[in-house]
């Protein structure tokens, strides 16, 4: 596994939150597993029996239009734009639903992994080099339920912005969960003294 070279800003917005009116929410989902010495994020998405049904749909009407491209001349001048159409959407939708983010944090190293059925691209720090781990609010600051994002700062120069738009509290524990791996003796606020 080759890992990519190291951008100065990683941005991955994968957000659930619907930002423009034709576009349908994303139900990114994130799952937090602790392990002693590591912990992993994954994020995936949920909703994929919409997805296969969109798919089979748009497999038969490929099929529908390269026949009417065989077998009629001329057709194929006709209705062959709006059959690279189809499947280059096919393809756009195979690729965002099945993506997954993970995001696994040891002693050791920090390893950032975008993933889908064409694609891969990793990425890996030393943990030495993390330098900050944030929260930030992205919507609804005054609700009960605020939404954020995970944002961790390299001494290199680098920056990562991950899970855009999750609630707050799920953010706030992912970071916690960093911050007890990269550095266990400060990631506890130490009782008052009495």
């Known amino acids: 596994m080759s890992v990519q070279p190291q951008p100065a800003l990683i941005l991955d917005y994968a957000s659930p939150r619907k930002r423009v009116r034709l576009r349908m929410p994303v139900k990114s989902h994130l799952d937090l597993v602790r392990e002693p010495g590591r912990m992993m994020v994954i994020e995936s998405l949920r909703g994929k029996d919409g997805a296969i049904g969109a798919i089979v749909f748009a497999g038969f009407m490929l099929g529908y239009l390269g026949l009417f491209c065989i077998e009629i001349r001329g057709a194929a001048w006709v209705l062959g734009p709006f059959w690279l159409a189809e499947a280059v959407v096919l393809v756009l939708v195979i690729h965002q639903t099945w993506r997954r983010t993970l995001l696994t944090v040891a002693a050791e190293t920090i390893d950032l992994k975008f993933t889908s059925p064409f694609m891969s691209k990793p990425y890996q720090w030393p943990?030495?080099?993390?330098?900050?781990?944030?929260?930030?609010?992205?919507?609804?600051?005054?609700?009960?339920?605020?939404?954020?994002?995970?944002?961790?700062?390299?001494a290199s120069g680098g920056e990562v912005h991950l899970f855009s738009d999750h609630p707050l509290k799920e953010i706030d524990a992912i970071a916690g969960a960093i911050r007890e791996i990269t550095d266990p003796v400060t990631a506890i606020d130490p009782l008052p003294p009495q």
């Open 127 to 154: 943990t030495i080099d993390l330098s900050e781990v944030l929260t930030k609010v992205t919507a609804n600051p005054k609700s009960v339920r605020p939404l954020g994002e995970l944002r961790m700062q390299f």
